[in-house]
Nanobody
Framework: QVQLVESGGGLLQAGGSLRLSCAAS????????MGWSRQTPGNEREFVAS????????YYADSVKGRFTISRDNAKNTVYLQMNSLKPEDTAVYYC????????????????WGQGTQVTVSS
């Protein structure tokens, strides 16, 4: 079992930056592919970014590519999502998730999920 706790969400204006953190506990963090997804009311959860076990490979949704950066610190059991040039359409609840295998762009095969953190971007 892996427990994931996100933090860092908030309210900010368009063009601003925010860094989300996700602290993991319970199992060997470096065994897991980590990812971020987001969801708005009435919509399905969507892929945002993912990172390989050692952090050497990263993957992004087209909508955030060039603005968001996913990273991880295996010594701290933490994965991050640096979000720059934020837009109102980035407003969502952001979820951290962990899986042992599967496609880097898929989100339906994640084993563990955090509780989510709200990001609201005003225009």
């Amino acid at each position: 079992q892996v427990q994931l706790v996100e933090s860092g969400g908030g309210l900010l204006q368009a063009g601003g930056s925010l860094r989300l953190s996700c602290a993991a506990s319970g199992r060997t963090f470096s065994n897991y592919v980590m990812g971020w997804s987001r969801q708005t009311p009435g919509n399905e959860r969507e892929f945002v970014a993912s990172i390989s076990r050692r952090g050497g490979s990263t993957y992004y949704a087209d909508s955030v590519k060039g603005r968001f950066t996913i990273s991880r610190d295996n010594a701290k059991n933490t994965v991050y999502l640096q979000m720059n040039s934020l837009k109102p359409e980035d407003t969502a609840v952001y979820y951290c998730a962990a899986k042992t295998s599967g496609g880097y762009y898929k989100i339906d095969d994640y084993l563990y999920w955090g509780q989510g953190t709200q990001v609201t971007v005003s225009s």
